[in-house]
């Protein structure tokens, strides 16, 4: 039982992932709920996820099969969104900085760093994870929103 406590432990809340608020935003975007493109936060996510992924040496536990999933979500996100508008707007700049803030200031809050998100938890609980049981863990805490 011990043992399954640790497994959870170094989890991190899906809350604190900036791509997901991204996914978001993308996603209402994408259905005309919102009129401010994500686009803006979408070229670097890509790139940023893209470099951590697979080229830096924090992921080198990681399995290929998950590292090749997230950077592939990742990539249609940008691609959906970058096929249905090209153009940012000043209002789209404006709201990209402002989400990233609001992100800052709430990770804060909780007493962590764009750092320890991305290069210490996040390592650590993707470890040796398989496609599958990320794919499971995704949609449980989907689900519960």
């Keep these: 039982m011990e043992n399954n406590k640790n497994k959870f432990k170094n989890r991190i809340k899906f809350i604190y992932i900036y791509c997901y608020w991204l996914w978001f935003w993308a996603l209402l975007y994408y259905n005309d709920l919102i009129s401010i493109s ?3 936060s979408l070229i670097p996510a890509v790139i940023f996820t893209t470099y951590i992924t ?3 040496k924090i992921h080198k536990d990681t399995t290929i099969f998950l590292k090749i999933l997230i950077v592939t979500i990742e990539i249609t996100v940008l691609n959906k969104i970058f096929n249905k508008s090209q153009i940012i707007t000043n209002y789209d ?4 900085i402002l989400l990233f803030l609001v992100y800052s200031i709430y990770i804060k809050s909780n007493n962590l760093t764009f750092y320890k998100i991305y290069f210490q938890i996040i390592p650590k609980s993707s470890k040796n994870k398989g496609l599958f049981e990320y794919l499971k863990l995704l949609f449980k805490n989907f689900i519960k929103l």
């Excluded at 700049?93 to 990209?96: K, S």
């Design 38 to 40: 994500p686009l803006l």
């Design 54 to 56: 697979f080229c830096s």
């Design 93 to 96: 700049i404006i709201a990209n």
